[in-house]
Structures are given as structure tokens and as C-alpha cells.
């Protein structure tokens, strides 16, 4: 029967998806939503508004649970977030539940710092390394380097990769690495890695990489949770042992430890190293690294931390130098900082003399990285509300926003990148570096995602007294908009006769600024609004139509021609004026104020909206290309029809008009174009037929017969023959021109 303990106790698998979704930034949440757009409805995942709200919806619709968080583990791995990937995977591992992987997989070593079993070899536990080394045999594979002494055959525990016993058994650590495929054979020595930490609760932690090189006769016992080969003699080897026959390592068939495997680098809480150059296995017993005598090889270490981080690295217990890391940085080093020789790995016995080679060295063989995080700024922030500060361990690369986020983690609220995070009168922005920020002196302050501002009501014609009430804005998305909106509710008051201030700062006239940093950061937050005095005036229409208008004084013209609802879409074609007092006034150009044209509450103005022109698109029904013909309102379909007739040059047509099923004739509807319902933009349809004698007289026989008219008024001409010569002459080069021509002619005589 469970206890009162274990009955009260979270589950391992909620445990894991809340540190999951704490760990979710807005870009990673944003890339597991499109990613479960394959498994969940659209709706689903918008209403997902946090990572646990997504994982919930991923349960419910059964695509994960604690029997099956492979989905999990691939969408994380998909989106970049490896490290949370991984913590999926052990969570499986650790339980049993993880479907394999096509292709390269992950192997966990998870190591709690206890030792299982007793060690009849040569070997001396170390009571705080997780993994101790055991050496055997005359010969031993050493890196490029230089030392003396003999081979004890004992087991060298690490001075410098140790932990505190107590920390490891209330937190064991894990090291994580991607499986590929078996161990081939191979007669070459190997390399062996081990993982670690150092260092107790200081304000730092190093993290420590280190491998070691030896012979084939070497051996590596892994003392964790696992259980140990069986008992052995002494000398006898406890790690892989080799097979007479055949240089591939073998496991003990009676225990059925998993297979070596291969692998591509030791992982360990946000650090990698990887061996270029050779093999990297893991196996029950532990990880090495297998490369041929005179190989070169490469040390490729990274970063995956957002924050820098310095990297020693030594090799057979010497120096070879120390690099800085930026966050996310990779970097391939293949050689001493202090010397051009590149890293070379050797058997003892056939390593040439000008390697500096010396056998018996316990460092021999090992190599080691030691990570040092840059140190951590410890920063007080105040928040809004609490005369307490809190404290908040950053690094110094972090950005504005990693600390908000950092700060709503510790204060259990939900994650706003908009809250704002402020130095004394200054917003700061979420991409800001602290380091810079920092470098400035001020008070951090985190205001709240909800900010109350006291609006003040100055005293005029409707508002006797001064009024006061507050408004709720969140500061880090409100516009000066939106705070006059809210005005608008409270009082009643249109946006656009609202005058905002702060102090002396007029706001209302840019209402889509955010709100000013001083407000904001304002101890006690208020602004002041002033209401405008209005006047009740009437604007009657020609129709006779009136209008009631509440109207600020201090508008104009323009202010009361949009109030009207027949003048609020004019078109281009007409002219407004008011008349008032016998004067007209046009809104488009008179700019005073109603008040300084005289015009008070009772005045009654009168509108007057005049057509300048129409203009009609004239479609041919034979196909001919349409025509836009600009008309006065007076005009009639006798002079639409002149005006067709010059844009297509043609004469000896007669037209007819048609809209909609209504047919009109030039020569019968004679009345203006605004009586037969011809508005300015619409479309007629024009019918073209061929002119007959009595209906169209020849521009020759028109002209001839004005010419001979104006020919003989002409004074002082002398015979009727030479007249008529002057006449015929004229005529015959006359009329061989366009009509257009004609009338210039005509003008140039007269």
C-alpha cells in the first residue's frame, strides 16, 4: 500500500512537460504550434496559448502520454531545441518507454556517484569520480607529449574532476550521446572519456570533459546504477575484454550488457566534445575512443549555452591552452596554443623520439577540457508594487528579455515578453545586452503587466468640476489611442474632441504613440483631459433636408461638412459652399475656426452642393472602342452627340442613347442630361446608324453656301466673275482639308 508520501507525489511525467514549458521561449512555442499542425486541428492550436496548454491538447487527442512521448521528443528535436530533446529521451529511458529511432539513436549513462559491486583488481575506487581507470600491462598508448615514471598498474583517480558526494546523491548527472552502429573490429589502442563535475555551490561551476588514452590491456568500470561484470581475479581485466581470436571488444554473455556502440561525442550539460580522427564508442563499462598509432586528430569542442565560457585543455597532464567560447560557438583545435605541432596519438614503443613520449606517467592518455561558464551578474530588480528586490543571477551576454523572462519564472507568472522592464525613467528593450545596460548606472524596475493611470477632467462648459477616475492599460501594448478610447467610454466623448496631456505634453496629437516612458515609470501615473465647449448649429440642404450638429467651436468648416451624411463621400465632379450671412464659404479653403467666423450655438448655415461637370463613358455597340466624354449639366444628346463626333472624327452617323431598357434620340429629348437621370460616372450605350440625305446635310454644301454669303458683303469688289473665280478656287482647296482646318481657314480670312 502506497503512502501518504508517494500518494501526494507529481508524477515523473507532468514533472517533466512543466519543467518542459518552463523552459519554452515565445520562438520555440511558436515552432512546436506549426509543427503540431500534422496532429491537431487548426483551432486546437491557436487556442494553445502556452506550452503546457499544447501538451495538454497532445494528450487528450492521445499522440502523447507517459506510455509514448516520442512525438514529443522528435518535435523538440525538430525545432532546434536538442537539450530538452534529450531530456525527453532520458525521462523514456529511465522508464522504459522509447520507440527506436530510425538511424542514430541516444545511449544514457546515468551516473549517481555510488559504487555497486567490490573491485578484486588492481584498481583503487576514487570515492568521488564517477568513473576511475584501471591500468594492466606492460605497454601503454600515450598522446603527442612528455613525462617519466612507471606503470603501477593501479588505478589514478582525477585530483581535479571531483564532486561532493552529497550533491551527487541528490542530483545524479547524465551523459548523453547519439548511438550509430556496433563496434567494428579493430587491434588499435582506444581512447577513454569519462564526464564530471566540480566544484561545490560558489558562484560558478566548471564542467569537466576528460579522456583517457591506454592500451588494449586497459580496463574502465562505470560505478553507477548499472550492475557489474561478475567477480573476477585479480589482474583480470573488468572493462572490455578482448577476445584471443579477435581484436573485437566483447561483452560478458552472462550479464547481457548492451552491445558497443558507436557514438559521436560526450555531451554534458550543454557542452560536447568530440574526438576527429577517431571512434568514439560507449559501452556498459564505459566510453573510449579508438584510433590507429600516428593518427592526427582534432578536438572539437561547442558551446550550446546562449551565455560564453572559457575552455582549458590539457593533454597527458600538460597545458595545451585556453580558448574563449561565445554561446553557441563550435571550434575545431588541432594543436597547442604554445607550439605548431598538431595533436598526434602514439603507442609508446612506436612513438619516435622527438615526441617526447615517456611510459609510466598516470596523465598519459588523458585528455582533458575543462569548461568555465563566464561569471554570472547578480542583479537586484525591483518590483512595482514591492518595497522588496529581487535578486536574479544572469549572464552577462543575456539579453533585456532573457531577464523578464528569468524574473516571471521565479515570480510563477505567465511569460510576457511585453512587460516592461525599466532603468529609473527609461524603457528598456527586450534585444538590449545586460552588459550594456548594466554599464549605465539606474534602478531596474519590472512595472506590471497591468499599470493604473488617474485621468483628470479639467472644469469647462460640460464638466462643472473637476473630475477624477482611473484607467487600466498594459503599458508595455497600450497606445495613446487606446487610453483616449477608454476616455471615450467613461465620458462619453468622441476620440477626436479629446485634448490629452501629460504635464505640459500634449498626447492626443499622436494617437498612435505608445505611451511616454516617463509615464510609465511614474511612481504615481496621471494624465489630464480637456473636453471642448460645443455648439448646436443646423446646416439645411437645397432639398430642404436639415441636419442638427453637435460641434466643437474650435473645429472649422471642414469638421461640420463631415458630420453630414450626404457630404461625407463627394465626388470629384462637385462644389460645396455654406452660405451664411450672405457670405459663402468654402470648407476646403477657409480654414477658421467656427468660432471666428462668427458662428454660435442657433446659427443656421445652408448647404449648397453644386455639379461643375459629368462626365459619361459612351460604349459602341458595333465594337468600336469606348469613349469618356465630359459634358456641362446643362448639356443635352444633341450636344453629347458633337462632342462623340469630334473624338471619333466620324460625321455622317446619327446616334442613339440607351441605359438600362430606357432609349433616348438627340432629336427628340432635348432636355439637359440631369433631367433624364444621367449621372456623373455611368455608362451609356451608344447605337450608331448610317445618316440618310435629309438628315445630315454635307459640310461642303453648309460651308459653300456661308461663303458665298460672307463673299458678297465683301465691299469693294469689282466684277461678279472675278468673284466667283476667287470662289471656286477657295472651294476646291477648301474642302479637300478636315473640318477642322476649315474653321481655322475661316477664321484666318475673317
Known amino acids: 500500500m502506497a503512502s501518504a508520501q508517494e500518494e501526494y507525489r507529481v508524477s515523473s511525467y507532468r514533472k517533466l512537460l512543466i519543467e518542459l514549458s518552463i523552459e519554452l521561449s515565445a520562438k520555440d512555442l511558436e515552432g512546436l504550434k506549426f509543427a503540431a499542425g500534422d496532429f491537431l486541428p487548426s483551432r486546437l492550436i491557436e487556442n494553445a496559448g502556452s506550452g503546457l496548454q499544447l501538451f495538454d491538447a497532445l494528450q487528450k487527442d492521445d499522440k502523447i502520454g507517459p506510455p509514448n512521448v516520442t512525438l514529443l521528443q522528435n518535435m523538440f528535436k525538430i525545432i532546434g531545441r536538442v537539450d530538452l530533446s534529450r531530456k525527453v529521451q532520458i525521462f523514456s529511458l529511465t522508464t522504459g518507454r522509447i520507440e527506436p529511432d530510425d538511424g542514430p539513436g541516444i545511449m544514457v549513462t546515468e551516473c549517481d556517484g555510488a559504487g555497486n559491486g567490490d573491485d578484486t583488481g588492481t584498481a583503487k575506487s576514487d570515492p568521488f569520480n564517477t568513473i576511475e581507470i584501471a591500468k594492466d600491462g606492460p605497454e601503454h598508448m600515450v598522446t603527442d607529449g612528455a613525462g617519466d615514471g612507471d606503470d603501477t598498474g593501479t588505478a589514478i583517480s582525477d585530483p581535479v574532476n571531483t564532486i561532493d558526494t552529497a550533491e551527487v546523491e541528490a542530483e545524479p548527472f547524465q551523459t548523453v550521446h547519439p548511438i550509430d552502429q ?63 581470436s579477435s581484436s573485437r571488444v566483447q561483452h560478458d554473455p552472462a550479464m547481457e550488457p548492451e552491445p558497443a556502440r558507436y557514438v559521436n561525442f560526450l555531451f554534458y550539460e550543454g557542452y560536447s566534445v568530440e574526438i576527429l580522427g577517431g571512434k568514439h564508442f560507449k559501452t556498459r563499462d564505459g566510453e573510449f575512443v579508438e584510433m590507429k598509432s ?102 552577462p551576454c543575456a539579453t533585456v528579455g532573457d531577464l523578464k523572462h528569468e524574473m516571471q519564472s521565479q515570480l510563477e507568472i505567465q511569460n510576457d515578453p511585453d512587460q516592461v522592464l525599466a532603468q529609473d525613467d527609461k524603457l528598456l528593450s527586450n534585444a538590449a545586452r545586460l552588459k550594456r545596460v548594466l554599464g549605465t548606472p539606474g534602478n531596474l524596475r519590472l512595472i506590471d503587466a497591468e499599470m493604473t493611470i488617474t485621468v483628470t477632467v479639467e472644469a469647462s462648459s460640460s464638466v462643472p468640476s473637476p473630475k477624477t477616475f482611473p484607467i487600466k492599460v498594459h503599458p508595455g501594448k497600450a497606445k495613446v489611442h487606446d487610453l483616449m478610447e477608454q476616455i471615450e467610454r467613461e465620458l462619453n466623448v468622441p476620440v477626436s474632441d479629446q485634448k490629452l496631456y501629460f504635464g505640459r505634453t500634449l498626447l492626443s496629437g499622436a494617437p498612435r504613440r505608445c505611451l511616454p516612458d ?114 456641362s449639366p446643362q448639356d443635352t444628346f444633341q450636344d453629347l452627340v ?13 446616334f442613339t442613347f440607351a441605359m438600362d431598357t430606357r432609349i433616348f434620340h438627340p432629336d427628340q429629348d432635348k432636355s439637359p442630361l440631369q433631367d433624364y437621370g444621367i449621372t456623373h460616372g455611368c455608362t451609356l450605350n451608344v447605337t450608331r446608324h448610317p445618316a440618310t440625305d435629309d438628315t445630315i446635310v454635307p459640310h461642303e454644301t453648309v460651308h459653300s453656301s456661308q461663303l458665298e454669303g460672307w463673299l458678297s458683303d465683301v465691299p469693294g469688289k469689282r466684277k461678279v466673275q472675278e468673284k466667283k473665280s476667287f470662289f471656286c478656287i477657295l472651294k476646291e482647296k477648301l474642302f479637300k482639308k478636315p473640318l477642322g482646318e476649315h474653321r481655322r481657314m475661316e477664321t484666318a480670312v475673317s
Open 182 to 244: 556496433p563496434l567494428l573490429d579493430s587491434a588499435d589502442p582506444s581512447t577513454v572519456f569519462t564526464a564530471g563535475r566540480r566544484g561545490g555551490h560558489g558562484a560558478h561551476t566548471t564542467k569537466d570533459c576528460t579522456s583517457g588514452f591506454s592500451n588494449n590491456g586497459s580496463s574502465l568500470r562505470s560505478m553507477g546504477p548499472y550492475p557489474t561484470p561478475l567477480e573476477v581475479q585479480t589482474g583480470q581485466q573488468t572493462g572490455p575484454a578482448q577476445n584471443p
Open 294 to 395: 600516428g593518427t592526427q586528430y582534432k578536438i572539437l569542442v561547442k558551446n550550446s549555452h546562449t551565455y560564453g565560457c572559457h575552455l582549458d585543455i590539457s593533454i597527458d597532464g600538460f597545458d595545451v591552452g585556453g580558448w574563449a567560447l561565445h554561446g553557441g560557438e563550435e571550434i575545431s583545435i588541432e594543436r597547442s596554443a604554445y607550439e605548431a605541432k598538431t595533436f598526434t596519438f602514439y603507442r609508446v614503443k612506436t612513438a619516435p623520439k622527438e615526441a617526447g613520449i615517456e611510459s609510466g606517467r598516470a596523465e598519459n592518455g588523458l585528455v582533458k577540457c575543462v569548461f568555465t561558464p563566464e561569471a554570472f551578474l547578480n542583479i537586484p530588480v525591483t518590483i512595482s508594487g514591492s518595497s522588496q528586490s529581487l535578486n536574479v543571477s544572469m549572464a
Open 518 to 631: 516617463e509615464l510609465i515609470c511614474s511612481s504615481r501615473p496621471a494624465v489630464a483631459v480637456t473636453l471642448p465647449e460645443y455648439f448646436h448649429i443646423t446646416v439645411e440642404e437645397q432639398n430642404g433636408d436639415s441636419h442638427a450638429i453637435k460641434i466643437d467651436k474650435e473645429k472649422n468648416l471642414r469638421a461640420v461638412l463631415e458630420e453630414i451624411p450626404p457630404c461625407r463621400n463627394l465626388q470629384e465632379n462637385t462644389q460645396v459652399m455654406f452660405d451664411f450671412n450672405e457670405e459663402q464659404l468654402c470648407p476646403f479653403t477657409d480654414e477658421r475656426t467656427l468660432n471666428r467666423l462668427g458662428i454660435c450655438s442657433g446659427s443656421k448655415l445652408e448647404l449648397v452642393i453644386k455639379i461643375l461637370f459629368i462626365e459619361v463613358e459612351a460604349c459602341f455597340s458595333d465594337g468600336t472602342p469606348s469613349v469618356r466624354v465630359r459634358c
Open 642 to 654: 458633337k462632342k462623340i463626333r469630334l473624338k471619333n472624327k466620324r460625321e455622317k452617323w446619327r
